[in-house]
């Protein structure tokens, strides 16, 4: 019987040349022993491109290596409609990072700047768009959360610490929109969007009564029931004698400065984002988790939209439940561009990768996700076109460009 070519021993003193059929075992084998010895990373969900997830993780900053050929990894089409609306050529960017929890992104147009909020450390950030530079903007901020500008450029805040909205006015002035409510204090204002007939739109949940970001309630309030914290440590006169009297309602600020209910607990359990269609004509709402001094389930971590008209909503509907491959992915800050989809940052907690933005079309269906090393907590478009979203995530700002502008004037 003749011998196999590739079984034939070679001359004695002469080192054969590997055939294919040994490398190709080869290959298999150190593919194997690599993908024992590679260290895992918990991932919840499908998996997906390797970015966020890759161990090491993905470097953002400016030394961090090329990460673009031409599409972003981190910028991920679920639908084929999400392509029109991401811009290919382009990479998420991490511009600053230093804070403790960020929120409430806002960009100015006449000024080319944005700003946020940097809750605990009691101060506004800026980003200057001519040269990237960061610096202080406001401190003390009262604990400012959201931030907006209005039609007239004024700039709006909401504030933790005094329980109230404030508007900055043109001259340098300061006004206060609205600290109570039917003769009670506001919990702390969270987030709030302006309307072209000259009212303003707010959220009031409970999460500026606790120490990390505002002030809790007096001994024997919601957030303080047992009496056990001071919350007159550290702060001026005149801090830390409110306690929670409100359910967490929306409201509406009319032109005139009354303040009206539009939306009340029962509807949205601790509202937090909002926003409007580009036409005005539809409210979203996100439910997020519940906090201090709840007794009750708290939000929902959903959206809700609501029909608009004449200053009051109707036709309540769930938007979206945010359950992405059973990755449950709070939404926090909302925001809409010019063809009516929903852009929403997302809390994932402990879930790798889903972590980030999420964005909607207008019947709720998902389009894409945009994957950060962070939870995003707000977010919105800017740029002298408003073609940039800037992502407030966590410790860090974020932006990446977009193929479509930003609806409304912040």
Known sequence: MSQRKDCTLPPPGVVPAPSRRWLVGALATGAAAAS???????????????????????????????????????????????NGLRQGNTAIHRLWTGAQWMEGPAWNSVGRYLIWSDIPNNRQMRWLEDDGRVSTFRMPSNNSNGNTFDFQG????????????????????????????????????????????GSVWFTD?????????????????????AGLLN???????????????????????????????????????????????????RLYVASTGRGPGDTGPGG?????????????????????????????????????DVQGNLW???????????????????????????????VCGNL??????????FMAASQSLYAVYVGTQGAGPA
């Open 231 to 281: 919350p007159r440590l550290g702060q001026p006169p005149g801090i830390g004698l409110w306690r929670r009297e409100l359910p967490t309602n929306v409201y509406r600020i009319d032109p005139g400065g009354k303040v009206e209910m539009v939306i009340a607990e029962a509807q949205v359990p601790d509202p937090n984002g909002l926003c409007f269609s580009p036409d005005y004509k």
């Open 300 to 336: 929902k971590g959903d959206v809700q939209v609501f029909d608009v008209a004449n200053g009051k909503v109707s036709n309540q509907r769930v938007f979206s439940d945010f359950m992405i491959d059973g990755v449950k992915c709070g939404p926090d800050g909302v925001k809409c």
């Open 36 to 82: 024992i010895m590679r260290p895992a990373l918990a991932q919840t969900g499908p998996v997906g491109p390797p970015t966020t997830i890759t161990n090491p993780p993905r470097d953002f900053g400016p030394g961090g290596a090329p990460t673009t050929y031409f599409a972003d990894p981190d910028v991920i089409a679920v639908d084929p409609a999400f």
């Open 205 to 225: 949940p409970p999460y500026g009564g606790q120490l990390y970001e505002g002030a809790p309630d007096v001994a024997g309030g919601a957030s303080n029931a």
């Open 344 to 374: 929403a940052s997302s809390n994932a907690r402990g879930s790798v990768g889903y972590s980030g933005v999420t964005t909607w079309s207008p019947e709720g269906k998902l389009l894409g996700r945009i994957r950060l090393p962070e």
């Open 154 to 197: 004024r700039q709006i805040s909401c504030e933790h610490l005094m329980r109230r909205v404030v508007r900055y006015e043109l001259d340098g002035s300061a006004t206060v929109l609205a600290d109570s409510f039917d003769g009670k204090r506001l919990n702390s204002p969270n987030d709030a969007v302006a309307h072209p007939d």
């Open 380 to 389: 919105c478009f800017g740029g002298p076109k408003r073609n940039r979203l």
